[in-house]
């Protein structure tokens, strides 16, 4: 149960979104119906999404990896689940998929995967990327896909903590006493 309670996705004013996010993304999931408590927002994260999602260069399996492991360093846990049966589908073993949560001392990833995994981490941990550790996915990606990995590991960060802070999905988040 999240902390702020669903929208009535069947309001009329909704319809329209509940039903883009229903054609653009198969269903409404866990995070949608929450998002819709304002339009605009969930608006705006559908653009985005789909730039994300469909429309970037970013080759889909490296999407799903950093993805996933963004999921895993913010706690995310419904996050790195449905990110997981996306990447199995892209053909993703689950000895790299379990893998995510070893890195960085797994040994099964490509240098490329290597490299936006620690793009990825630093991005998450650090915000600030090490000269190094961007050097080494400048030499892996294209201009564009180094934008659209950038982008893609900050628009899951900014997914992970929205799912985490309002407790959406498979599991509440602990909270200190």
Do not use: K
């Not at 866990?30 to 653009?47: D, T």
């Not at 199995?88 to 490299?115: C, D, H, K, Y």
């Not at 000269?131 to 900014?158: G, I, K």
């Amino acid at each position: 149960m999240s902390r702020i309670p669903a929208a009535e996705v069947t309001a009329p004013a909704l319809a329209s979104l509940v039903q883009r996010v229903i054609r653009e993304r198969g269903q409404l999931g866990e995070l949608y119906p929450v998002l819709l408590r304002s339009p605009s927002i969930a608006a705006g994260m559908i653009e985005l999404g789909n730039g994300v999602r469909r429309d970037a260069a970013l080759p889909a399996v490296l999407r799903e990896l950093v993805i996933c492991r963004v999921g895993v360093l913010n706690g995310a846990n419904y996050e790195v689940m449905r990110h997981q049966r996306i990447a199995a589908g892209l053909g993703v073993s689950n000895e790299r998929l379990e893998a995510i949560t070893a890195w960085p001392g797994a040994e099964v990833f490509t240098p490329q995967e290597r490299a936006v995994l620690a793009y990825a981490d630093a991005m998450t941990t650090q915000v600030r990327v090490p000269d190094d550790v961007f050097a080494s996915v400048r030499d892996s990606l294209p201009e564009q896909e180094v934008l659209e990995l950038t982008v893609t590991v900050a628009y899951y960060n900014m997914i992970s903590r929205i799912l985490v802070a309002l407790e959406i999905g498979a599991e509440p988040a602990r909270r200190q006493s």
